[in-house]
């Protein structure tokens, strides 16, 4: 049982590039979630899906898209890469119902941005 | 003032101690409360669950919630090296409803 799975591990960008974070679940969970986390600054939602088709935006949004087209992946788009971009994204799913389902994480993509 | 507030750390105890985290918020409809542990380099994973006010027990781990006071804590007993990670509160209203993190406390358990 693989769980969450995050590609790439590792990546530097320049400015300006631009890149696709890939997500995949194999626990069929409805919810998906990406999340950035900064050095002393816990986990931001940047974007969330309750299901395939359905996406919305987070906490800190902007300079990111997302698309949900199957219930296993939940891929996320850096188009105009920037350094404030630079952090360690990391994708989560949970089942829809019961408010105690965990999410579950998957290890994370470290991004730089030079 | 943020919606969840977390002791900065990093703390540092070293192996038996007992380990008091805490996290402070101000959003009263918060009904579900997680601790999550973090290793370096791995993605948070599920340590304790509560929902609404009281206390639970797993093993070395006890996790309390005081809603009237808005403030939740995490007490491990009898600290091992292996407990040295980062944890992260965390938090929700409804059972659809988005989880609100702390900024995460770093502890290290010295041998």
């Known amino acids: 049982n693989a769980g969450v799975t995050q590609t790439p591990k590792f990546r530097i960008l320049k400015i300006g590039q631009s890149m696709t974070l890939q997500c995949t679940q194999d626990?069929?969970?409805?919810?998906m979630y990406w999340y950035r986390q900064d050095p002393g600054m816990g986990l931001k939602l940047i974007y969330y899906s309750v299901g395939a088709g359905i996406t919305d935006k987070g906490e800190v949004p902007n300079g990111y898209n997302v698309s949900r087209s199957t219930t296993e992946d939940f891929p996320l788009r850096l188009e105009l890469a920037a350094p404030s971009q630079t952090s360690v994204y990391f994708c989560?799913?949970?089942?829809?119902?019961?408010?105690?389902?965990?999410?579950?994480f998957g290890d994370g993509t470290r991004l730089s941005i030079l | 003032q943020k919606e969840v507030e977390q002791d900065p750390g990093p703390l540092s105890v070293p192996e038996g101690a007992i380990v008091s985290l805490n996290c402070t918020y101000s959003?009263?409809?918060?009904?579900?409360f997680m601790w999550y542990r973090q290793y370096s380099r791995k993605g948070p994973e599920l340590l304790m669950y509560t929902y609404s006010s009281g206390n639970k027990e797993d093993g070395r781990f006890t996790a309390q919630v005081d809603k009237s006071s808005k403030y939740i804590s995490l007490f491990i007993r009898d600290s091992q090296p292996s407990d040295s990670a980062t944890y992260l509160c965390?938090?929700?209203?409804?059972?659809?409803?988005?989880?609100?993190f702390g900024q995460g406390t770093e502890l290290s358990v010295k041998p």
């Open positions: 959003n009263s409809a918060f009904q579900y």
């Open positions: 989560a799913s949970r089942r829809r119902t019961g408010g105690d389902q965990p999410q579950h």
């Open positions: 626990m069929n969970h409805n919810y």
């Open positions: 965390a938090m929700r209203e409804g059972g659809g409803g988005k989880l609100i």
